[in-house]
Nanobody, 122 residues
Framework: QVQLAESGGGLVQAGGSLRLSCAASGRTSARYAMGWFRQAPGKEREFVAAINWRGGTTYYADSAKGRFTISRDNAKNTVYLQMNSLKPEDTAIYYC???????????????WGQGTQVTVSS
């Protein structure tokens, strides 16, 4: 089992930046791929970005490419999502996720955090 705790959400104006963090605890010795999903009001959860255990391979949704960057620090058991050039349509609850399988972390990850709210004002 692994527990995930997000932080760094908040209110920002369009064009601004935020960095989300996700600290993993529990069975962190396992080599988990990690990532981020988001859910906007009235919409389904959608994949945003993911990174493999070693940090050498990243995956992004089209909506995130060129604006968001995912990274991780395995010494701190933490994954980050740097979000730049934010738009009002990025407003959502952002969830940290983890899974042993790279493919699973982008579709149906085993582990989810509680989420952190990101609000982008126009």
């Amino acid at each position: 089992q692994v527990q995930l705790a997000e932080s760094g959400g908040g209110l920002v104006q369009a064009g601004g930046s935020l960095r989300l963090s996700c600290a993993a605890s529990g069975r962190t010795s396992a080599r988990y791929a990690m990532g981020w999903f988001r859910q906007a009001p009235g919409k389904e959860r959608e994949f945003v970005a993911a990174i493999n255990w070693r940090g050498g391979t990243t995956y992004y949704a089209d909506s995130a490419k060129g604006r968001f960057t995912i990274s991780r620090d395995n010494a701190k058991n933490t994954v980050y999502l740097q979000m730049n050039s934010l738009k009002p349509e990025d407003t959502a609850i952002y969830y940290c996720v983890a899974d042993i399988e790279n493919a699973q972390v982008m579709s149906v990850p085993d582990y989810w955090g509680q989420g952190t709210q990101v609000t982008v004002s126009s």
